[in-house]
T-cell receptor
Framework: SAVISQKPSRDICQRGTSLTIQCQVDSQVTMMFWYRQQPGQSLTLIATANQGSEATYESGFVIDKFPISRPNLTFSTLTVSNMSPEDSSIYLC???????????FGQGTRLTVV | LAKTTQPISMDSYEGQEVNITCSHNNIATNDYITWYQQFPSQGPRFIIQGYKTKVTNEVASLFIPADRKSSTLSLPRVSLSDTAVYYCLVGVQYGGATNKLIFGTGTLLAVQP
């Protein structure tokens, strides 16, 4: 299994600013994933983050808006840049446990942009 | 990755068995079927995974017919704490090169006393 810690758990930000969300895993993992969950909606994959390479973004998401860092096998950050109220969502980090058949998720970061 | 279709919501009462069916007509030969549960203000949690026939664990059972175009998650004797959104996913290839999860709309199960 894997235990994931996300920081911050929630934040209220002014439009036009940026917020960096941290994801820490208690074990080394190859791939980490970032999701967005808008109010009352399902999860949407933003990008896949591999250590030592650039993140792979899904359709509709770009690096300028959601830059991702992956400096080592236990840590990743997602930045939400130049925020607008439409970015108000829950952002979740996910990993697959080594040898497991399931994915593990952090508690999420609830972002409100005003 | 195969698309899934589930009921948007279901209602049940405590102590009843709940069956949530998911359609995945375009499932590929190598695809597995996986179900996740999400409580409010939490990330999704793995429930069960299967390829064919029936899989059972301490939480649920998963029934998959021979054609694999649908699957049914069965929750025995639900309680109020089972109120959550249940997601059906297919096309997850654990151990392969790509392990990303693509979530559908999910089913909101509301259990009443």
């Amino acid at each position: 299994s894997a235990v994931i810690s996300q920081k911050p758990s929630r934040d209220i930000c002014q439009r036009g600013t940026s917020l960096t969300i941290q994801c820490q895993v208690d074990s080394q993992v190859t791939m980490m994933f970032w999701y967005r969950q808008q109010p009352g909606q399902s999860l949407t994959l933003i990008a896949t983050a591999n250590q030592g390479s650039e993140a792979t973004y899904e359709s509709g998401f770009v690096i300028d808006k959601f830059p991702i860092s992956r400096p080592n096998l236990t840590f990743s950050t997602l930045t939400v840049s130049n925020m607008s109220p439409e970015d108000s969502s829950i952002y979740l980090c996910s990993v697959e446990g080594v040898g497991d058949t399931e994915a593990f998720f952090g508690q999420g970061t609830r972002l409100t942009v005003v | 990755l195969a698309k899934t279709t589930q009921p948007i919501s279901m209602d049940s009462y405590e102590g009843q068995e709940v069956n949530i069916t998911c359609s995945h007509n375009n499932i590929a030969t190598n695809d597995y079927i996986t179900w996740y549960q999400q409580f409010p203000s939490q990330g999704p949690r793995f429930i069960i995974q299967g390829y064919k026939t029936k899989v059972t664990n301490e939480v649920a059972s998963l029934f998959i017919p021979a054609d694999r175009k649908s699957s049914t998650l069965s929750l025995p004797r639900v309680s109020l704490s089972d109120t959550a959104v249940y997601y059906c996913l297919v096309g997850v290839q654990y151990g392969g090169a790509t392990n990303k999860l693509i979530f559908g709309t999910g089913t909101l199960l509301a259990v009443q006393p």
